[in-house]
């Protein structure tokens, strides 16, 4: 690989101060360090470093994300074949196709929209770039229906990096986590293709549709029937809606693909896992209290927990979205609380706000605006403690 | 006795132990008082080029404190005072003797050992002042060395090494226990409260520790910075306050203090190892304070670029080829500097990498040591948090919180979140760990000497 150090070295005069391509000198740095780990030797402190990076950090994160990516590229295609002709072969390598068709695109546009602003804001801040963008271009896609018009893909992405995040000083200084930012912004600005409530399956040659309704709008509908026994009826149990070949966004269906994500990230270190506990308890709790007070049982309020778990967005936001180590809390205390709270706001928006089928979004984001307030009292509690001592 | 264990710390994987057995170094010819040794003082000179001075003259005393002096090691002649001119002043760096070989001393009333602990607290204080070996010790809160208008609460020990490729502070006692124990004795009459002698809670430990008299005992067991004695301070009686001044020496500064009341002398002999993958000769060598490292690694050295480290791989300073082993520092570590890049290597599966978060495979593998350099691997980033910093301090703190107070200079959040507790040297490993590659030591010590000049 010499020689393409050596290109490099060649060429960096030119990206250098006074060179012709100063401006781009962001980008050059993004792709040698993308390229090599720099031969930079410590200067201060520690005469020797863990051999983690930021670069490896995130990149963790997109490993744990790859169950989610195949087997949403697998479904997308499934659902896509069931749909538009039931009685078509499914063969695995038919949704793969299939799928990868509808879904690459939408990652594909996702990553070069936010890239280029991502570019855009190094150059003006002579910053280098943050590998930060590598997650939310990936982790914006995966909250997306595969029907999504890729210029509302553009346009989202473009949100989450330019509002959710450059406008507080890039990666590190954000409040909201930029994917749900942008998540959030498509679901209000154009609520017609991911909010309505029979959407969610694939479009055929942009025209035809064929959809079909969400697990948690199964549920929040009113027919007699007990609650359990509609969702479990409308999308083969509670097995299939865990394994997740339903209707739904690319990369949230499948619950048993966040759940190998959730290990890796724990396994790994790299996600908290006091944040997903948190969210765990705190949606068990309010579903068992909604569960027990709720004498109708075929209303939304009575479905249990383990259904809430598989449905919808929530394993997804869950193990990917709570836990983003820039915008949830940060003490150990903090994680608890903000992951708890996260769990009791998506189920009670989830049950006791007709408008929204879907709360874990909305939770996730109320937390992040939260998370610094929460830090601060747990900050606050440890200095009183630690003033007190002195007084003693 | 009580005994602590301490579960989050982080052993670093370094290769390079030295062997310990212990011979003698080069003679020292030359030794070095080096100001930036003692943090806190601003130094006035007392001496000049060609002046002969014996072990124990003054060479300077601090600025604000003309009792507080700095002396010489050893006897000879002040062979080169160095300093550099920083703006309109001039920085005193080092004032360096030649030894003529006499070992000639100033003579303080030696005391035999059984007679310390009669010996009333203001003898001591006067000799320990007068001899400049005060330095001997160091403060809290602040890290600054121990000033002479201050008493300490308590005095702390740790007869610990737990930083990667320390020295074994039982092989460093070895033949000194009778002075370790004098040391122990004085300093029990120079505090207002205890001396606290930190021993390992696992293993065997040697006898002139476990018997150690006139002081309290602690055994710490867990990963490092288990040994580290600011650690162990949180952990037996922190530090409250900015008044609440404790002290700390280390185990070979003890003997030092032992002799110089025994023999009533100033005896800075004490033992250097030498560690790390760039030594070859990697063993215990006798020294004095102060010696050139050449004296204890003498050309033995692995051809290569290398770094020259007095002290540890996470605490130690940069000293390079010709310099002097810092005062404090019983080892120095030598470790090849970083000159290679390496082909996408935030990709590689990472089979021998160190790493304390497992993304790369070779922390699943049994543990190994790898040949560590100093490359930083990976550009700088805003910090951001990470369960990092928690996993690796032993204290009940918000690390995260308090560097970042730090950063912006917040005096009342700093002083909230411990900053009084710590020095670089409990936060050298949030630092090694940190994934933003943030400098974590400097912000500490920048905050503290901001702290300590506002008020």
Same mark, same amino acid.
């Given at each position: ?10 060429? &960096?005069?030119?990206?250098? @101060? ?133 210029? $509302? ?42 909010? !309505? ?8 040659? !942009? ?40 209707? !739904? ?42 569960? $027990?007070?709720? @004498? ?53 928006? &989830? ?7 879907? !709360? ?33 | 006795? /009580?005994?602590?264990?301490? %579960? ?31 943090? =806190? ?38 062979? +080169? ?37 009669? %010996? ?7 000799? *320990? ?33 737990? /930083? ?36 390992? =809670?696992? =293993? ?8 150690? %008299? ?12 288990? =040994? ?64 050139? *490292? ?47 890049? +390496? ?25 190994? %040591?790898?040949? *560590? ?75 503290? +000497?901001?702290?300590? /000049?506002?008020?």
């Amino acid at each position: 690989m010499r020689f393409i150090q050596d290109a490099f070295d060649k060429a &960096r005069p030119l990206f250098e @101060k006074g060179g012709k391509l100063e401006l781009l000198y962001p980008l050059f740095e993004a792709k040698e360090t993308f390229l090599f780990v720099s031969r930079e030797r410590t200067a201060s402190g520690c005469h020797v470093r863990d051999s983690i990076d930021s670069k490896r950090y995130m990149a963790s994160v997109i490993v744990a994300l790859m169950p989610c990516l195949l087997f949403g590229i697998y479904n997308a295609g499934y659902q896509y074949l069931t749909g538009i002709a039931p009685g078509q072969p499914t063969d695995i390598h038919r949704c793969l196709w299939e799928g990868a068709l509808r879904v690459m695109p939408i990652v594909i546009c996702s990553y070069a929209v936010g890239g280029i602003w991502e570019l855009v804001f190094s150059v003006v801040r002579k910053h280098e770039i943050n590998e930060g963008f590598l997650v939310t271009g990936l982790l914006f896609p995966l909250v997306l229906p595969p029907t999504i018009p890729l210029w $509302q893909v553009a346009v989202g992405i473009s949100f989450g990096v330019v509002i959710g995040k450059e406008v507080f000083g890039g990666t590190g200084m954000n409040i909201f986590n930029p994917a749900l930012t942008a998540r959030a912004f498509l679901f209000f600005a154009y609520p017609a293709q991911i909010s !309505g409530d029979q959407v969610w399956r694939v479009v055929k040659d !942009g025209v035809d549709g064929v959809s079909g309704a969400t697990p948690l709008l199964v549920a929040a509908a009113q027919d007699g029937v007990q609650v359990v026994d509609r969702v479990s009826g409308a999308f083969g149990g509670w097995s299939n809606l865990f394994l997740g070949l339903i209707p !739904g966004s690319i990369g949230e269906t499948s619950t048993l693909c966040c759940l190998l994500g959730a290990v890796y990230l724990v396994a790994t270190g790299i996600g908290s896992w006091r944040t997903m506990l948190g969210v765990l308890i705190g949606a068990f709790i309010t579903c068992f209290l909604l569960n $027990q007070a709720c @004498k109708d049982n075929t209303a939304i309020n009575a479905l249990p927990f383990c259904y809430h778990l598989v449905s919808g967005g929530f394993a997804f936001g869950l193990v990917f979205m709570a836990t983003d180590p820039v915008s949830a809390a940060q003490s150990n205390t903090g994680k608890w609380i903000y992951g708890f709270l996260i769990g009791f706001l998506a189920i009670v928006i &989830r049950t006791l706000n007709p408008a929204f089928p879907e !709360g874990m979004m909305l939770a996730i984001l109320f937390m992040n605006a939260f998370a610094p307030l929460i830090d601060y009292f747990v900050i606050s509690r440890h200095m009183a403690w630690r003033m007190k001592r002195v007084e003693a | 006795m /009580a005994r602590f264990t301490l %579960k989050q710390g982080y052993d670093v994987p370094i290769a390079g132990d030295s062997n310990p057995e212990v011979v003698d170094g080069a003679l020292a010819t030359v030794a070095s008082v080096r100001p930036a040794d003692f943090i =806190g003082i601003k130094p006035r000179l007392l001496v000049r080029d060609g002046d002969s001075v014996l072990a124990g003259t003054p060479l300077f005393h601090a600025k604000d404190d003309e009792s507080q002096v700095f002396t010489s090691p050893i006897s000879g002649t002040v062979s +080169e005072v160095s300093g550099v001119v920083r703006g309109d002043r001039r920085v005193l760096l080092a004032v360096n003797i030649e030894s003529d070989g006499k070992n000639e001393a100033v003579s303080f009333e030696p005391t035999s050992a059984a007679a310390i602990p009669g %010996k009333s607290s203001e003898q001591l204080r006067e000799t *320990l002042v007068k001899s400049g070996q005060l330095a001997l010790f160091r403060e809290r809160p602040f890290g600054h060395v121990a000033r002479a208008k201050h008493t300490p609460r308590d005095i702390f020990v740790s007869a610990i090494a737990s /930083a990667p490729l320390a020295p074994d502070p039982a092989v460093l006692v070895e033949g000194n226990e009778e002075y370790f124990q004098a040391g122990i004795d004085a300093c029990a009459k120079l505090t207002l409260g205890a001396v606290h002698l930190s021993v390992p =809670g696992t =293993g065997s430990v040697c006898s002139a520790f476990s018997g150690a %008299k006139n002081c309290q005992i602690h055994e710490f067991s867990g990963p490092h910075p288990a =040994g580290v004695v600011g650690v162990q301070i949180h952990h037996i009686a922190p530090v409250r306050s900015r008044q609440d001044i404790v002290w700390t020496i280390t185990v070979q500064g003890l003997i030092q203090l032992g002799k110089l009341f025994v023999l009533g002398r100033v005896s800075p002999e004490k033992i250097v190892s030498v560690a790390g993958t760039s030594a070859l000769d990697r063993r215990y060598f006798r020294t004095i304070n102060g010696a050139p *490292l050449q004296n204890v690694i003498r050309g033995q050295v692995a051809d290569e670029t290398i770094r020259y480290i007095s002290g540890d791989v996470l605490t130690g300073t940069d000293i390079g080829a010709e310099g002097f082993v810092g005062l404090y520092d019983d080892m120095v570590t030598l470790i090849p500097e970083s000159i290679d890049s +390496e082909f996408v290597g935030w990709m590689q599966p990472g089979f021998r990498k160190h790493s304390m978060f497992r993304t790369y495979v070779s922390p699943w593998l049994p543990k190994q %040591k790898h040949r *560590l350099d100093t490359k930083v691997w990976g550009g700088h980033r805003a910090l951001f948090a990470s369960d990092a910093y928690g996993k690796v301090l032993p204290m009940k703190m918000f690390p995260l919180f308090l560097v970042k107070s730090c950063m912006i200079q917040d005096i009342d959040e700093m002083v909230g979140l411990g900053i009084y507790e710590v020095t670089e040297e409990e936060m050298a490993l949030c630092e090694y760990v940190c994934p933003s590659k943030t400098p974590v030591q400097k912000i500490i010590r920048e905050g503290l +000497e901001f702290l300590y /000049a506002e008020a």
